[in-house]
Nanobody, 122 residues
Framework: QVKLVESGGGLVQFGGSLRLSCAVS????????MGWYRQAPGKDRELVAS??????????NYADFVKGRFTISRDYAKNTVNLQMTSLKPEDTAVYYC?????????????WGQGTQVIVSS
């Protein structure tokens, strides 16, 4: 069973930065897509950022509300997917989840982490 474990959440002031990390128990090379989602109280889970393999490169995609502030990256040596968050706002407060789509031959598997809480104070 593949596990995704997030870390790096916490309390930060308006305008501050945090770096979230998602440790993946399987090789990142087996995942064709990785992403970060978030869910605020009373709201639906929403995509924050994703990276999708395309040939030898990864195509990144960001929600409009984080463009220019957040950066998603993959570290194949450490088997982690990271989300660097800067210029944080109170509306960024949410539980952040790591997600991965793994391809093994003809089969596709979908994995979620347990989430890490981010709180931005005003």
């Amino acid at each position: 069973q593949v596990k995704l474990v997030e870390s790096g959440g916490g309390l930060v002031q308006f305008g501050g930065s945090l770096r979230l990390s998602c440790a993946v128990s399987a090789s990142l090379y087996s995942f064709n897509a990785m992403g970060w989602y978030r869910q605020a109280p009373g709201k639906d889970r929403e995509l924050v950022a994703s990276v999708i393999d395309s040939g030898r490169n990864g195509i990144t995609n960001y929600a409009d509300f984080v463009k220019g502030r957040f950066t998603i990256s993959r570290d194949y040596a450490k088997n982690t997917v990271n989300l660097q968050m800067t210029s944080l706002k109170p509306e960024d407060t949410a539980v952040y989840y790591c997600h991965g789509d793994q391809l093994l031959g003809p089969s596709k598997y979908d994995y979620w982490g347990q989430g890490t809480q981010v709180i931005v104070s005003s």
